[in-house]
């Protein structure tokens, strides 16, 4: 346990340093250049927040601008466009050039392909968006790959730990540290909220899904830019399967409470029915919104402060807001589990809800 | 809320829902399962010893006080003994002490009945002898105061004289 809380604190005195690795390389003497030069810093610094947030698809670790070059790895396109068109991102060279695949162009353009022709025309319109067809997009993007190293991650570790007690019966090793939160899941989370009767058959959903958001959370911590469960798309596909769930165990309690809620007047039974039926959709859609704006305010919140780094020239104001920085990475370790704990919850609430027994006193 | 959806990527959301359902299906196999019930068998293992552990206090304890019970009326029975045994020899030797009185007082009556018979005994041997020396004093008296005359003249004076008096 403390081994690993030690190794959490080191990483978050890494990441912001490693950041300013990644970030656009200072240069000394800059100070008495034009502001047009200072704007063009701060556009920078503004695409650079905006990258660390985004999916893209090619795994990214640093650039060095001054002399124009990325350091990374592709990782592959796979595009369905009538028929099946697979290749490395490397030949987007970073957007620079067109793709041709099976007789289709494709072209990169701020994270999204696009279908175009051989000169890579996108058709902007007046807003400088592209009007042309994106193709559907299924590539291993830098969050899908992320999402695959960890839950191999998950898989291994878990499976081990699993292991480790056909052994003994007292955990040992990595049981020892997740021993504790497995039981905080069942005894804190399930037990309260579902009830001791029916909460085993949630178990495996709730472990699942609050490790899952947990280790993605801790790994958006590190240097290399990832924010998966900043992104609507996964935490679409968590409270998505948390709805669907909900409803296809919900029992006839549950529907009743819906449509014509018990020990209410029959007017105030029909007005209510809209309103919770409306529940049913918000609860999920209020989970996806809760994750996916705290992990990407969080990640925004932490580029900018790192950018800031840049603008002030003043050594104490940098020392200042290298703390504040370092303060904000610490909060948001805590915000990492506090999200996975806070949808694990709810979603246990939720769970709740649906198998919830008849009561007479309920109202 | 359109940037939200336009930023929306369904290949994201396919490769997400893929992937977290193979490794929800995948931990819950080789994982959950395994650890749930394992902490589960352990939980009911501590609780089922702690209960026995109850149980055999309950025993020791009742054993104990059985033991003490037991205990308690030995001791009783060993005092009833003992004073059962002082009472049996103290009776004891009250009888004998009374039999050996009661043959002791026949033993004194005996000898005191022989001693009576050797008394009369004695004493009527005593009375015989003492009538036959008393005769043989009075023939010798008599003998000699019948030996001269003037003697038995005297005698028979005195006891004219005596019959006079009467």
Redesign the interface.
Known sequence: MRKLLGILFVLSFLSPKLILANATPEHAGENTEKLSAEEQKRADMSEYVKHHTQ?VHDFHIFSDNSAGKHYGFPLPV?LWDNGLHVFMSSKFEHGHKVVESKGNFYKLEHGKIYKTDAAGDLKLNEHGHPTVKAP??????K??FV??IM?FV??FV??G???S??TS??PKGA?KFF?PL??FI?DDIAIPNIGHKHHKKY???L??VFF?IWSLNLVGMTPFGVNVTG????T???AI?TFIITQTTANGNYWKHIFWMPGVPVPMKIILAPIELLGVFIKPFALMIRLYANMLAGHIVLGSLISLLFVFQNWGAKGAFLGLTLFLNIIELLVAFLQAYIFTMLTALYFGFAVEEHHDDHH | MEKLLSEFSVGLFFWQSVIFLALLFLLRKYAWKPILNAVNEREQKIADSLELAEKTKAEMQALQSQNENLLKEARAERDAIIKDAKETASKMVEDSKTAAKVEAEKVVAAARQTIEAEKAAAISELKTQVAAFSLEIAEKVVRGELASDDKQKALADKLAGDINLN
């Not at chain 1, 559907?136 to 993007?141: A, F, N, V």
């Open positions: 999916d796979i559907l997009d299924l590539s291993i993007t969050n899908v999402t695959l839950a998950l898989f878990f499976k730990m699993a292991s007690y056909s019966m007292s049981a021993e497995v039981l069942r178990m495996v959903y472990l699942t899952f992104n609507i798309a996964v679409f596909t968590l399967l």
